[in-house]
């Protein structure tokens, strides 16, 4: 795959001019292929084991969407504001990071599980996407076709502006195709919705995750989350019911 160059966001054919190209569909046409999982892979459960791990455990070309919080930990790195390790940034800075080769290794191993047309919602933050993504997708099948904006209300780290965004980086599988995918077609690209941290410092929003699993998948279809954190992920899909699959180092 050649290197992923400037952000162009896929249109998805509606500008294509023909009415059998057009992006809107509220009609999944793909479908997910029955697995067989491993008996330590139970489904809709918070497992505690290495998310590379669980990913090797899973079959090729099975699963419709995978969502990934990366705790990389550039933005504490390289601009050291000189609060990390106190206060709130505590529990943040406790975690155990991501280097970029292994956030790398964890995209590679979602491009592997996806189906043909898959979904890949990844969470990035200002930093990262100011600086750029290109090493994680090299050799990978996944391209850029959208990202939206989340609005989380509450003021974040910051010399000059105060971050309260996170952005949701939408990536797909090819071939590359919206109509008979993506079926739902009212999600802004700005959302503004609330997320305790009290159970974990990169909690994501719940409905937010639900609209988006829902928008390319379809009920009962597998969801996973290989670093799952604050599992949002598992509650977003418990709320619409799908199925979710998904680990995190601390169970």
Not at 85 to 100: I, K, N, V
Not at 154 to 180: D, H, N, S, W
Not at 234 to 247: I, K, M, T, W
């Amino acid at each position: 795959m050649k290197n992923q160059g400037p952000l162009h966001l896929d249109d998805g054919g509606m500008n294509s001019g023909s009415e059998s190209n057009q992006v809107f569909s509220r009609k999944r046409t793909i479908d997910a292929p029955d697995i067989e999982l491993p008996p330590e892979i139970e489904p809709n459960t918070r497992l505690k084991m290495d998310g590379l791990e669980f990913l090797a455990k899973l079959p090729a070309d099975a699963i419709p969407v995978a969502f990934f919080d990366p705790q990389y930990r550039g933005v504490l790195d390289k601009l050291a504001y000189g609060n990390e390790g106190e206060s709130r940034e505590r529990r943040r800075s406790a975690l155990q990071q991501m280097p970029e080769p292994v956030i790398g290794q964890f995209i590679s191993g979602m491009d592997r599980v996806l189906i043909p047309s898959g979904h890949l919602f990844l969470w990035v933050d200002k930093f990262h996407l100011c600086q750029g993504m290109k090493p994680w997708f090299e050799g990978t099948s996944l391209e850029i076709v959208d990202m939206l904006t989340w609005d989380k209300g509450t003021f974040g780290m910051g010399y000059r502006t105060r971050r309260r965004a996170e952005y949701c980086v939408i990536l797909q599988k090819r071939p590359k195709k919206a109509k008979g995918v993506w079926k739902i077609h009212n999600i802004p690209d700005v959302v503004k919705e609330s997320a305790s941290q009290k159970e974990h410092p990169h909690s994501k929003p719940v409905e937010l995750q639900g609209s988006l699993l829902c928008a390319v998948t379809n009920e009962g279809d597998f969801v996973i989350d290989p670093a799952a954190g604050s599992f949002s992920v598992l509650a977003a899909a418990r709320n619409n019911d799908r199925v979710f699959l998904g680990c995190d180092l601390n169970g």
